[in-house]
């Protein structure tokens, strides 16, 4: 029998931790617990510890979370941890530090044990996909930094997010142009050509419905033929993305900003986080199906404007 996932809670508060722990007992997992940075990293570094996934509490009593994780990606047997981040701070400014960090996954307290295990399992797929990539993308690297100009198509997400993670190389902001790029790919396929609004996709998460919801649509007769391309400009100075989808558009005002009204949803974050930190100018033309990302080559990775 496999061995049970095991999840690290790391809180300040003994409460918390315990409600985490049952809610991530309902689908098996086992727990650990931590109160303090401390006390997590003496657990991480511990000789035979395997821990699958780490809920961070953002303040502690001896420091940023983020510090814990900024401490896990400098050892190679902890980097790929998946790391949720969870605060009461709804701050966009503080989740944008956090995917800053690499941390894709924020939850604001309070939430419910259907979004934490939602959101816990989010983590681990996502984290295994970006593994089983990681030996092709290095011996792709050097090549995709040859690229100029290119045309891609793509249908699926799979196909999405294999194109984000390829050539997110071409340009030295690392995760965050993997993230950014991903969720404008991603949306093009899903929300663009598919047709699955903001309230249906919450819908499907929750009932666990959404990867059958894609798959059927991506097989339909109103869907089967559609695709979606991006077309990849580099020059000296910048690299230019742009995605467009055979949809009918979206109101995409709605989501370039991340606030509290999203706070407690388990999408509809990803097109604000990624103009946030993905690139340095995001742009949505027309009705929405088409949108241009540049990434600026001459500035340092931190210098990327809000």
Request: glycine share 10%; net charge negative.
């Amino acid at each position: 029998m496999a061995d049970a996932v095991t999840a690290l809670v790391v809180d300040d508060e003994e409460m918390t931790r315990a409600i985490v722990a049952g809610y991530l007992s309902r689908i098996g997992y086992r727990t650990l617990e931590a109160e303090t940075k401390a006390q997590a990293w003496e657990i991480l570094s511990a000789s035979g510890s395997t821990i699958h996934v780490v809920l961070l509490d953002r303040r502690l009593a001896d420091g940023d979370g983020l510090e814990l994780y900024e401490q896990m990606k400098r050892e190679p047997h902890l980097a790929d941890i998946p790391v949720i981040i969870q605060t009461l701070s709804d701050s966009g400014a503080d989740i944008a530090a956090a995917i800053r960090a690499g941390v894709f996954y924020y939850l604001v307290k309070p939430y419910d044990g259907a979004l934490l295990r939602s959101v816990v399992r989010a983590a681990e797929e996502t984290t295994g996909r970006l593994k089983s990539l990681q030996g092709d993308l290095r011996s792709r690297s050097d090549a995709i930094g040859l690229l100029c100009d290119g045309l891609f198509r793509f249908r699926t997400p799979q196909e999405a997010q294999n194109l984000a993670i390829t050539l997110s190389p071409i340009a030295t902001t690392g995760h965050s142009l993997t993230f950014g790029l991903s969720e404008i790919l991603i949306n093009a396929v899903e929300h663009g050509n598919l047709g699955i609004g903001f309230e249906a996709k919450g819908r499907l998460k929750a009932g666990g419905l959404l990867t059958r919801e894609i798959e059927a649509r991506l097989a339909s007769a109103e869907h089967r033929d559609k695709f979606a391309t991006l077309h990849v400009e580099r020059s000296d100075s910048r690299v230019i993305f742009t995605v467009t989808d055979m949809g009918t558009g979206f109101d995409f005002d709605r989501y370039l900003s991340v606030d509290a009204s999203q706070s407690n949803a388990t999408h509809g974050r990803g097109i604000a986080l990624a103009r946030m930190v993905g690139f340095d100018q995001l742009t949505f033309v027309g009705n929405g199906n088409r949108v241009i990302g540049i990434v600026d080559l001459d500035r340092t990775p931190d210098s990327r404007a809000d």
